[in-house]
């Protein structure tokens, strides 16, 4: 049964992927909670299932929200882009905020290292993401969606493919050079200490 | 800011770049770019980071954020619980996440407990590679390696390690105090050398050594940690392959600044990596200790890069002070090309070796390296972590014990020491006394107790020392040491720093006791020479020859409270065994008790009393079950009193405390427990144990509450060799303790005895180390393998049933389990290739050994031989080869018809003991197992022409069991090592 406060998610949903923008703030602290829950299942079938599963948070986001609240989605691709964005916009403001108590706000570094290109701090190598991300959509904004739907909404490039609207091959090239810009831009953005 | 034009033309050119195969690339970026250089350079950045073709965003945010989102926290509070363990305070950060100092429920004690951060666990292949590191490592049990209790996950998904707990500081921290004295440097580098080689040796490569990763304990213990988590780092194999290796090294985000000054070049170009790599590090190691600097540091990360991939050697800058034969091992350990390089840990360490001999002759003794560390608080518990400074290796039982135990639970399957065994294969002159005869271990038959904590101090380092005693003043010690089958006496002082003297050279003979005069002027040792009877001698040392006392004197000897006689045991082939006492010069001898028929006195060691009025000599007896007691012989009227109602399975050596409350012995309650020591407490004859390690303690020489004993740590390797190809042997696994027998089945299985929880277990293995699988457990000691022609079943001989018998199961699983026999003693078992019968021997009943055979589905069994042993069928099933009765000086092997009958022929191969000959196909020749120098290896032995001939290439270590493969190409053996060493135990 849906309550108050998921038909208030509905809405607000509906609303900022109709290009409301302010509809967007006042999903985030509703959104949170769900999320959080979802992200400590995860672990815990990560642990059951002994080993990663690449299962998008978003998918199972999305089949919550379109089963408990009566969502009237066009379509799955319509919400996996707007699940992506409020994806990258919850943990970039979450990194931001970690980051801020941890440095006292002092951001001096960014140390990329190893696997999947995350290091030892997630929250700096995140933002320094998020800023390369807005300097890519600014040249390709193509590129940056594709990154947005890839990286923090967990689509497969088959499913970005139907969600931009582009052929799969296309997909894969983009991606692949984004990728490669992106690392090249967080590569040079290494200040020393 | 970029344009949008200029956005798409790099677009364009980096998608058309993408479709040439790299070789053409650059061509092709000459012809388009040829107007816009920067065009290019941005074209071939976006190449280069696309060909590192890593992990890079591949796994969705999520994966790393979801603990951020779970809300877990950055560090856990005190009081935490993370599963089974519960956090105690963190101890800070590591390379790969925070550890934490915690109480673990299940093992009973504190660890150390390190949280992976999520994000290095992100890539399942290299999470999956790391913990099959891990899990390797954590069968790594040697004393220098940080024990890893535990690999896995908790609740939440977080991959964990838990390992032991290391008072101390890091190298790291003692670095920031000043440089080392070469003596010192030495001392840490031979104990992180010896951690490395002992996991090269079962395949694994730190790969991140650093002063980081050393820890330097304040008894002068050095562990190394991190086994195995290079690997969560690396690039797979497959990555290595398609980078570019010139590009990969300055464009990839892998690696952290201020580990690239240990790296090696291989390392650094990602290529394959082995152990020439931490032979480099070490290099750097030691030239970090000596001069305080790396020899590669640099204004920038990548000009240290730079000059370590350069070709030129590494600019060396060392002290004055330093020894050019140093200067020549870091240079050597330090060459650019791995192939210069030292090639094996053993070798580097071999140099450093005799180095360091050198050194602490030319400074008349050696120094213990000893961080120097201030008391500083640890906040668990109001604990310090240094309590006291110490100015020698001292190893207080406690922690000692707590180490042992921790590698014991860490490698259940191969702890713990095997007490007779060890004593079969390594005292020589055991043959000749015990036959092999084992009882079941029984349940200890009076209350005991565990001494706490006596402090015990290791006292010398060579690895090979074979008996010791102290002085009565407790000043000296006087230890023979054993080197290429030879063995030389040396004296050394107990203050520090101590100092030594070799009083008899290198020698071929055995010393079997040492005993200091009353006043400390003489020295009197029994020694064997060529495997002679005992002779006694005397030594005013220094500088003087020794006396020779008496001949037939075939123990150590105790001398009487005056000084002015000795008791000592003769034994004299096939009749008896005689407790005797002689003047101190070797006059007017008597006997004072004798044993026959199969009872025996011990020819390992005696005492007597302060009091002088009794002798004590452990005796064997056969009924019920094979035991030793201890008894008191009475000097004046020979009577004769059991001490303590306990019984033992093998008493060594022993000694008076001086009140005469306390008798301190090294023995073992079973054939599988190792040599501890005990104190016996009289008159009421409770015992209580001193030592409880799985290391052999052979050997009580007291002083006051000075207790000298040897301590002997055994290591083993199992190796398959390919004869005809020099070096051609591989080595497939290692452990601790020893193991005892060893087949290779028809369907191409290794199968072998080692220690199992306490017991002896029969394993199979695949000769490539894989697929190991347990096939018996739970009964009793299992041993001596032998498999059927036809694959399907191993025969063995086994305790289970309370005696010792041949048994036979199901080969690949241990399934089905059949009694063969039912006499007590029966051991060695071979098959017939046709699979119908098994041939033993029979040890239990008398002292004459007697071959048998049984049919393999069960029923009677029949003579085959008298007075021999350790039968093998020939593959035609037409001979048996046997060893002659231990108690013969024989070097012959009999071979015997199979259905019967006398001997038709002998053949003479060195007598090695506990080593059964092995045929090959062809039914004309045997192998054999010869010991030369101090190592062995394997010969044939043609029965027609009478020729031998060398088959294996080892020059190291002792091969105590070796069995052909089904097509005779190859020989899996098992090859050990024993380190032993002088040790002072302090009675509290």
């Not at chain 2, 032979?279 to 790396?294: F, K, N, S, V």
């Amino acid at each position: 049964m849906a309550t108050r406060s998921s038909d208030g998610i509905t809405q607000l949903l509906e609303r900022w992927s109709n290009g409301e923008e302010k509809a967007r703030d006042e999903l985030m602290p509703l959104v949170y909670n769900d999320l959080h829950q979802l992200a400590v299942t995860y672990l815990r079938r990560e642990r059951r299932e002994h080993t990663l599963q690449p299962t998008a948070l978003v998918n199972e986001l999305f089949l919550k929200f379109s089963e408990q609240h009566r969502m009237s989605w066009q379509n799955r691709a319509q919400f996996f882009g707007v699940a992506a964005q409020l994806m990258r916009r919850i943990l970039v403001d979450y990194a931001r905020a970690h980051y801020a108590t941890k440095r006292g706000g002092d951001r001096f570094c960014v140390s990329l290292r190893n696997i999947a290109a995350f290091g030892a701090e997630p929250d700096a190598d995140l933002l320094a993401l998020h800023d390369a991300l807005n300097g890519l959509g600014e040249v390709d904004e193509v590129q940056a969606r594709i990154v947005e739907l890839k990286f923090f909404g967990g689509l497969t490039i088959k499913e970005i493919a139907e969600v931009v609207g582009i052929s799969h091959a296309s997909v894969e090239r983009e991606w692949k050079m984004a990728k490669a810009y992106l690392k090249r831009e967080l590569t040079r953005t290494k200040k020393p200490s | 800011m970029i344009t949008h034009d200029r956005w798409q033309r790099i677009k364009a050119i980096f998608n058309s770049a993408q479709d040439r195969p790299p070789a053409e690339r650059s061509d092709f970026l000459n012809e388009v770019c040829g107007d816009d250089p920067s065009v290019r350079e941005e074209v071939e950045a976006l190449l280069t980071a696309d060909a590192a073709n890593d992990d890079f965003l591949n796994s969705p945010a999520y994966e790393f954020a979801a603990g951020m989102l779970a809300g877990e926290p950055a560090e856990f509070p005190a009081g935490e619980k993370i599963g089974r363990f519960e956090i105690l305070c963190s101890l800070g950060a590591g390379g790969m996440g925070q550890i934490y100092l915690a109480h673990d429920e299940n093992l009973g004690r504190k660890i150390a407990l390190k949280l992976i951060a999520r994000e290095f666990a992100t890539d399942a292949r290299r999470v999956h590679r790391f913990e099959q590191e891990a899990r390797a490592a954590s069968a790594l049990n040697h004393p220098n390696v940080c024990v890893i209790h535990d690999v896995g996950r908790t609740e939440t998904g977080r991959h964990f390690i838990a390992m032991e707990y290391i008072q101390g500081i890091t190298l790291r921290d003692q670095l920031a105090r000043g440089t080392f004295k070469p003596l010192e440097a030495l001392q840490v580098a031979l104990q992180v050398g010896a951690a490395l080689a002992s996991a090269h040796a079962i395949g694994i490569v730190h790969r991140d050594i650093k002063p980081e990763n050393i820890m330097l304990r304040p008894d002068g213990y050095i562990k190394v940690v991190d086994f195995g988590l290079a690997k969560l780092t690396e690039a797979l194999p497959e990555q290595r392959m398609l980078a570019d290796a010139s590009t990969q090294v300055l464009t990839e985000p892998r690696t952290l600044m201020g580990t690239v000054k240990y790296m090696s070049p291989e390392q650094l170009r990602e290529g394959p990596v082995d152990e020439r790599t931490d032979i480099w590090t070490l290099g750097i190691l030691l030239y970090e200790m000596l001069t305080g600097a790396t020899p590669f540091e640099a204004r920038s990360r990548n000009d240290s890069v730079a000059s370590i991939l350069a070709p030129e050697p590494a600019q060396l800058a060392f002290p004055e002070e330093i020894p050019l034969k140093l200067r020549e091992i870091v240079k050597k350990a330090l060459e650019k090309d791995c192939d210069e390089r030292y090639q094996t840990v053993l070798k580097l360490t071999a140099d450093l070796t005799s180095l360091k001999k050198e050194l602490e002759h030319s400074t008349g003794g050696y120094s213990a390296i000893v961080p120097v560390i201030h008391p500083s608080p640890v906040p668990y518990g109001g604990e310090r972590i240094f309590t006291r400074l110490k100015t020698q290796a001292i190893l207080t039982a406690d922690s000692l014990f707590a180490e042992i135990r921790a590698h014991k639970t860490a490698t259940a399957i191969f702890a713990g020491a095997s007490g007779v065994l060890a004593f079969l294969l390594f005292l020589p002159a055991a043959a000749r006394w015990v036959n092999g005869v084992f009882d079941p271990a029984k349940p200890p038959d009076q209350v005991k107790s565990t001494v706490p904590s006596w402090p015990m101090r290791q006292f010398t380092h060579s690895g090979t020392s074979v008996s010791a005693a102290i002085s009565p003043d407790g000043k000296l010690v006087a230890h023979a040491e054993e080197q290429n089958g030879k063995q030389r006496l040396l004296v050394t002082g107990t203050a520090t720093p101590g100092w030594t003297v070799a009083v008899r050279p290198e020698d071929k003979v055995k010393y079997l006791g040492i005993t200091f005069s009353r006043d400390g002027t003489y020295i009197y040792f029994t020694r064997t020479e060529n495997n002679s009877a005992g002779i006694l001698y005397r030594l005013a040392w220094p500088g003087n020859a020794p006396v020779q006392i008496k001949k037939g004197v075939d123990s150590p000897i105790s001398l009487s409270p005056a000084g002015d006689r000795f008791a000592f045991v003769r034994f004299t082939r096939g009749t008896e065994y005689a407790l005797m006492l002689a003047n101190i010069d070797g006059s007017n001898e008597e006997v004072l008790a004798t044993r026959k028929d199969g009872d025996k006195l011990s020819v390992y060691g005696l005492a007597w009393s302060p009091d002088g009025k009794t002798v004590v000599c452990p005796e064997s007896r056969w009924k019920p079950d094979y035991h030793q007691n201890l008894i008191a012989f009475d000097v004046n009227n020979k009577s004769e009193e059991v001490i303590g109602g306990k019984s033992w399975f093998q008493i060594l050596q022993l000694g008076w405390q001086d009140d005469m409350k306390g008798l301190i012995i090294s023995a073992n309650e079973s054939s599988s427990s190792p040599f501890s020591l005990w104190r016996i407490n009289l008159p009421d004859g409770t015992v209580q144990q001193i030592t409880s390690d799985p290391a052999e303690y052979q050997g009580v020489s007291i002083s006051g509450d000075k207790i000298v004993t040897v301590r002997t740590n055994l290591t083993w390797d199992l190796w398959i060799a390919t004869p005809g190809e020099s070096q051609a042997a591989t080595h497939i696994m290692s452990g601790n303790g020893v193991y005892y027998g060893l087949a290779w089945t028809s369907r191409g299985r290794i199968v072998y005895s080692s220690m199992a929880r306490d017991k002896l277990n029969i394993s199979r293995i695949n000769p490539d180390g894989t697929d190991i699988v347990q096939l018996t457990s739970d009964a009793g000691d299992n041993y001596t393998p032998a498999a059927s022609a036809d694959g399907r079943y191993i025969v063995f001989t086994s305790s289970r049933n309370g005696s010792y018998n041949i048994w036979r199961m199901n080969a690949d699983d241990g399934s089905d389990p059949v009694r063969l026999t039912d006499t007590n003693g029966n051991f060695y078992p071979s098959v017939s290739s046709d699979n119908e019968w098994v041939a033993y021997d029979n040890q239990a009943t008398d002292t004459k050994m007697s071959v048998w055979k049984v049919p393999m589905r069960g029923g009677k069994p029949v003579k085959i031989a008298d007075k021999y042993r350790m039968p093998v069928i020939s593959p035609d099933n037409q001979l048996v080869a046997c060893r002659y009765d231990e108690d013969s000086d024989a070097d012959d092997v009999a071979i015997f018809p199979a259905r019967g009958g006398r001997a038709l022929r002998y053949v003479k191969v060195p007598k090695q003991e506990f080593q059964w000959v092995r045929w090959f196909g062809d039914s004309r020749h045997l192998s054999f197992v010869k010991n030369d120098n101090g190592y062995s290896n394997i010969w044939s032995y043609d029965l027609d022409t009478g020729a031998e001939k060398q088959l294996t290439n080892f020059n190291s270590d002792q091969i105590y069991s070796y069995a052909w493969s089904p097509d005779y190409k190859q020989v899996a053996c098992q090859r050990g090592t024993k380190i032993s060493d002088v040790t002072i135990i302090s009675e509290r």
